[in-house]
């Protein structure tokens, strides 16, 4: 089965073509516009500019990933939320328009099925794919969710953050530390700066909390760590090393603040994802979402599930973990959801 997936509920304007194979899905072709460099200014997503750029974006993002074999596709899919109301719109009513005039079936699709699903996505046949049942964990810039997947069709919510996002949490941290918008690669970047000489000499001074480690429960919080940054970086105004202008202090030690929130979010969530391991006995464990990109979480995830035999770990190729409509394509084909042109986007909609 062939799809032409749509992906546009943020800030960027995403089109794949992909099919079946094997138990998994394939890539034919994945084109993603972003309009991130104009959100860069204002230090945050402004949906109105978001939306304006999805409608001038839409047309040749899927024209490209079409390719002219719009024939061959069996099906148009869509994400239809959660996102921003404006910029799911473009996505939605371009797939409805298509549907009607190629007269392609439509299939709807949860973004952050999406995410999960990335974990799907193989160059061959023979390559492996998660087996079920497995525990998810989902991180974006506005989900913290950890999800069993008992089988394709019957997922469950089983815990995730009571407050901030994991992800929203690294770009709020960045603004702190006055990085660019979106912070989350540019927290990674700087902790990945900091030499282990540094660390060693400074990083006991630069403690932060790790909130609800030792809680036996699968609840995350996320605000308290920012609040303990912001109160950190308003100390090193004092002593002068933040904001200073000149010098190397203030990268160094802003580089070590990086690098201790990084390491001290990545505990929270992989001892909160081992503790569900511990609880669902799972044969997979996969990570997902954009924030899934970071060395740290990727690695040390790896790392403590491989110790466990008899648990495989997952996790998207780089390019499939932020926004991208392959993902959509993959969950379409593997979950499917036929609907109809009345279709609306759910901005709310719950990642189970
Ligand atoms: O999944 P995504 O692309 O969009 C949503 O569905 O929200 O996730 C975006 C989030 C942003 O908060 C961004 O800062 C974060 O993922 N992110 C990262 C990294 N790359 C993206 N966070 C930490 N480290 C990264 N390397
Ligand atoms: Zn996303």
Request: proline share 5%; hydrophobic share 40%; with cysteine.
């Amino acid at each position: 089965m062939k799809i032409l997936a749509i992906e546009s509920t943020c800030d960027e304007t995403a089109a794949a073509l992909v099919e079946t194979c094997g138990g998994g899905v394939k890539v034919i072709r994945s084109v993603i516009a972003s309009s991130v460099e104009m959100h860069q200014k204002y230090g945050g997503i402004v949906p109105e500019v978001a939306a304006r750029e999805q409608i001038r974006s839409i047309i040749p993002v899927i024209t490209e990933a079409v390719g002219g074999e719009v024939s061959s596709v069996e099906a148009i899919a869509v994400s239809y939320g959660p996102g921003l109301m404006g910029s799911l719109l473009v996505g939605v009513e371009t797939a409805k328009v298509l549907s009607w005039t190629q007269k392609k079936k439509i299939l709807k699709v949860n973004h952050m099925t999406g995410h999960v699903l990335a974990n799907w996505i193989v160059e061959g046949e023979n390559e492996e794919v998660p087996k079920l049942p497995a525990i998810g964990l989902v991180v974006s810039g506005g989900h913290t969710d950890l999800i069993l997947l008992k089988t394709m069709k019957d997922w469950q919510w089983i815990g995730g953050t009571r407050d901030d996002a994991a992800g929203e949490a690294f770009d709020k941290v960045a603004r702190l530390l006055e990085l660019p918008y979106p912070g989350g690669p540019e927290i990674d970047k700087a902790a990945q700066q900091v030499s282990e000489n540094d660390w060693e000499k400074y990083h006991s001074e630069y403690k932060l909390p790790r909130p609800l480690i030792n809680d036996p429960g699968l609840e995350m919080s996320f605000s308290g760590l920012k609040a303990a940054v912001s109160r950190m970086v308003e100390n090193e105004k004092v002593t002068g090393w933040i904001p200073d202008q000149v010098g190397n202090d203030r990268n160094t030690k802003r580089n070590i603040i990086a690098r201790e929130f990084s390491e001290a979010a990545t505990e929270v969530l992989t001892k909160k994802t081992l503790l569900a391991v511990e609880k669902y006995k799972p044969k997979s464990v996969i990570l997902a979402g954009g924030v899934a990109a970071n060395k740290r979480l990727r690695e040390r995830l790896k790392l403590e599930i491989e110790k466990l035999s008899e648990v495989n770990f997952f996790v998207p190729e780089l390019k499939y973990c932020g926004d991208n409509a392959a993902m959509i394509g993959a969950a379409a084909i593997l979950r499917p959801e036929e609907t109809t042109l009345n279709l609306r986007p759910e901005p709310s909609l719950a990642t189970v």
